[in-house]
Nanobody, 129 residues
């Protein structure tokens, strides 16, 4: 059974850091593009970062220079290191895999255009000012 399980969310003050983790089934981890989305209260879900099977990475302009996506192949785990956090980063953060990264551009739309969509249940990040 495919599983994506997020952890690492919490409450921190502005300027602080958090690292999110996503443990994935090997099937998904090795064969799919994986990444992070977030959804703030009252707003649409947005793409945050993605990493392809050949470890090419991308982050959204809104978090560029502050967030870094990475993965540990030995642990089948995806990470999102979040630094210099702002109140506007407050959201539920979701780990996802599959053809979900068209938001990042044509390379990602083509590179990740296979398989099914998989989503974790999310981890809440709250940033106070």
């Amino acid at each position: 059974q495919v599983q994506l399980v997020e952890s690492g969310g919490g409450s921190v003050q502005a300027g602080g850091s958090l690292r999110l983790s996503c443990a994935a089934s090997e099937y998904v981890y090795s064969g799919y593009c994986v990444g992070w989305f977030r959804q703030a209260p009252g707003k649409e879900r947005e793409g945050v970062a993605a990493i392809s099977t050949d470890s090419t990475t991308i982050v959204a302009d809104s978090v560029k220079g502050r967030f870094t996506i990475s993965k540990d192949d030995a642990k089948n785990t995806l990470y999102l290191q979040m630094n210099s956090l702002k109140p506007e980063d407050t959201a539920m953060y979701y780990c996802a895999a599959g053809p979900l990264f068209s938001w990042a551009g044509s390379f990602w739309r083509v590179r990740c255009a296979y398989g099914e969509d998989y989503w974790g249940k999310g981890t809440l990040v709250t940033i106070s000012s």
